[in-house]
């Protein structure tokens, strides 16, 4: 038997390393094609009625009512009610596909038609890993986030609360955070959307990582914002519009519908409701810049019917995950849903079988941002550390699953039986040896020996091998460089405003 | 808040009896269309290529040789070439799908089209749970496993080896397996294969449990056989399908290629040979008996690149189970592949990751019978007690997928708003009321309490959930009714054919 050479540690480790990281994938694989077009203009068509019978609400924000006024649609005090073919006439100014401009050019990442980025999981006040159990986030635990989302080469994107430094004033916990996804990490991520003022701010620090020239002619800083699920938009989400689009900047609209209680509990209505939602803000966004990226967000989950708790990675959700990438593409937007997601408290089989579902359902449908993509656990109240080590190990195999397969003479093997004959064995073959490197997809945290090795090894069950992965990491983490200048500047900003603002717990 | 009313324990446990069971699953989810027909057809042309050009080994029965000669076939030595067209027109007379006939009726399965029957794992000589570790299979353990198989009602079939009883002589084993298959649960099964009297045993006991006139009318039992890739068929193929298909009962071929090894490295390649090899052998069940019951099998593993290892859950394999699908049902044949494999030792992330994207694959692709659909552990040397019961209660999810959702005017809620203004909720609404109890798959062992509760409950993983599951069934298991005449009539064949056979290890 001749075995393939092997490769030692040098080669594993440098799987973290930025020069051998695809920035995104762009698939090849086909998109599932789940409903027929008549089902799907049959979702349509109730999204279309929610717009226009039903309407929206629009609360505490009269701007957004002026604009909608002046648009064309009728409003009734809060209510926004549009006819359909306006709200999809200002989608169509959304561009199909974008970049984000990443500050290391070789990170930017293209979202939106064949193109794939995934990034890690989002807004848990807790985190957990094996040694130290659960507690609340701190900095500490954010920084150490940012630079092993850094290093983890699947995960395209940094995403923006990886966990709530919840040690910092939540008056103040923005500028922390835009400040390391700034400087431990070349990869693009997000910005604040939680009050207007911290919108700014998230959208002037990018100007100043970026420089005007880059910042004024590129979306260099999206933000995620959720409607307030049933069929109300308030203003957080106007005003991260007004001031993230409103600078060209991106924005992510995510109807986060619990079916049975912010939504109707059938999979279908669910989504149309999703897709209603999404769609205003997607016209608002339009309607305060043509042109300003948007991406058409969905985040499904069923309920546990005994005790009425979420529940993750269940065959509903994941059914809506392969129809809404269809809808999306009818409108011609960018998607954002899925992710690996789970109710479990620890990554555990549970963990693993609830995120799997979710993440291959996600990417079948053909979700472009994928938030949540590493990490998640306990429904999004914790942040595991080992998770997102075992997540992104996953995500490098869903890589090579939307990357697909060849079917020309070569990879069918048409010469490979020159000199294997019947009940031979492949292992040495000139088909064999000028394929081998590129065949198989190389897991970090799969154990493929015998048991003896195992056990010689410790008998370390997947969840105790990532832990030494993440602590492995994070022993070897670099910073990317950035231009001194650039790091004064955004140093001298959160000095400043920190100085500015009251310490508030709110 | 309306809480839909709490079900208890006896709910629970219910879903162990046999009356709550589906016999199968019937889908009405689309299969995945990965590759277009002019790649599937490239393919083709290589699985014909190889029956043409290289040919298949036929060894050691020389009876096999005879009927491929006088079906007109090139026969040199041991090597059969046959034309592509006398291949398709010998697969042309089996059936598109077929029953397989239960003792109970209410469990008879349909094979092929649109259905989906689920058994577990086949083959593995350790067991594996969490208070008695790993350890050589028994035949206490097959009969824990047979029963535990029989409660699960997301598994339609009895598979055939769940473990090895490596306790009962291997010359008498079979008759232990069958027995227990017969008496122990009433959901159908498999035969033996690894000798020609064992299939001989398996077919006769068979006669017996069903009576003559269901069994020579009806398929009741199957064997499940493996070529020997590349391109190899030996006698215990040739002779299972002789006493199987002699008898009109039905055969699984199934080449367990591991690409690189024995077969090519690539994948469009490694499945033209897997498809060459099942589709010569489908035609061989059909010169023994046109009109035979075959499924047409497909078994690709991926390879550790450093170790040599096979590998299970890659992604590599997953894109072979989404094609194997669309080429099997271009011949017309019912499907076996997949199942919820994995290289992991204990029922883990890693263990439950592999598996759901193995699974996932396997019903998006179309599989008919899917063996090892649950409790593989370890590339298939360990049935593990805990992974089965977890496996099983996913296999309930994929039920739910493959059943897709309705988009209707009540599914799509389109009167739903009725009662629902914007901004409040669904909890308790008309619509949901109507709805809420099919809303959602209800798993046995995924958690979504809080994370107060579930430490309350003692912080048990996944795992340890399962363990108590199984134990709790075990407790609960009543033996399905048997006419006393059949019982009897086994026992007896049972009790004559062990005072023949020689005790032999071998």
Chains 1, 2 share one sequence.
């Not at 309407?55 to 701007?63: A, K, L, Q, S, V």
């Not at 006024?69 to 809060?78: I, Q």
């Not at 701010?201 to 999206?222: K, N, T, W, Y």
Request: proline fraction near 6%; glycine fraction near 8%.
């Amino acid at each position: 038997m001749t075995r393939p050479p092997p490769r030692g540690r040098k080669a594993r480790a440098s799987q973290g390393t930025p020069a051998a990281s695809p920035a995104y994938v762009t698939r090849s694989l086909p998109y599932y094609a789940m409903l027929d077009d008549e089902a799907l203009a049959r979702i349509e068509a109730q999204s279309c009625r929610l717009l226009e019978r039903v309407g929206i609400e629009f609360r505490d924000d009269p701007d957004a009512l002026r604009r909608w006024r002046v648009a064309g649609a009728e409003v009734t005090g809060t209510r926004v009610r549009v006819a359909p073919e306006l709200v999809k006439s200002l989608l169509a100014t959304a561009p199909e596909e974008f970049t984000q401009v990443a500050r290391n050019p070789a990170r930017s990442v293209r979202i939106g038609g064949q193109h794939q980025v995934f990034a890690p999981v989002y807004g848990s006040p807790f985190v957990r890993d094996l040694e130290g159990g659960r507690r609340y986030g701190t900095l500490e635990d954010f920084h150490r986030l940012v630079k092993l989302t850094h290093q983890l080469t699947p995960l395209h994107h940094s995403g923006f609360v990886t966990c709530e430094p919840c040690d910092v004033p939540v008056s103040k916990r923005h500028l922390d955070m835009l400040l390391a996804h700034m400087t431990l990490t070349d990869k693009p991520h997000l910005g604040a959307i939680t009050e207007k003022s911290r919108a700014e701010d998230s959208v002037a620090m990018a100007r100043l990582l970026h420089g005007p020239e880059v910042f004024d002619q590129h979306c260099v800083i999206m933000a995620n914002v959720n409607t307030n699920s049933p069929l109300l938009v308030d203003k957080v989400v106007t005003e991260a519009a007004a001031v993230y689009c409103g600078a060209g900047q991106g924005l992510i609209a995510v109807p986060f519908i619990l079916s049975g209680a912010m939504g109707p509990v059938t999979t279908a209505a669910a989504i149309a409701q999703a897709l209603a939602e999404a769609m205003i803000v997607g016209a608002y966004t339009q309607l305060v810049r043509p042109g300003a990226p948007f991406i058409l967000g969905n985040f499904l989950s069923s309920m546990n019917l005994r005790s009425g708790a979420p529940t993750f990675g269940m065959p509903e959700p994941l059914l809506s995950n392969l129809v809404i990438g269809q809808l999306a593409r009818r409108l011609r937007l960018p998607l954002r849903c899925g992710g690996a997601l789970t109710a479990s408290k620890l990554p555990d089989y549970q963990a693993a079988a609830e995120s799997a579902d979710s993440m291959l359902s996600t990417i079948l449908g053909g979700a472009n941002y994928v938030l949540h993509a590493a990490g998640w656990l306990e429904g999004g109240l914790a942040t595991g550390y080992e998770k997102l080590v075992l997540d992104a190990d996953r995500l490098g195999a869903y890589e090579v699953v939307l990357r697909g397969f060849a079917t020309d003479d070569d990879a069918l093997g048409v010469d490979a039986y020159g000199d294997v004959e019947p009940g031979g064995h492949f292992l040495g073959s000139a088909h064999t040896l000028s394929h081998y490197t590129t065949a198989f997809y190389e897991a970090q945290l799969s154990d493929s020996n015998s048991v003896e090795q195992w056990e010689e090894q410790g008998a370390k069950d997947a969840a105790r091998r990532a832990l030494d992965r993440w602590k492995c990491l994070l022993n070897e983490y670099e910073a990317p460089p950035l231009d001194p200048a650039r790091r004064e500047a955004l140093l001298d900003y959160v000095a400043r405003r920190k100085a500015d603002l009251p310490d508030a717990w709110y």
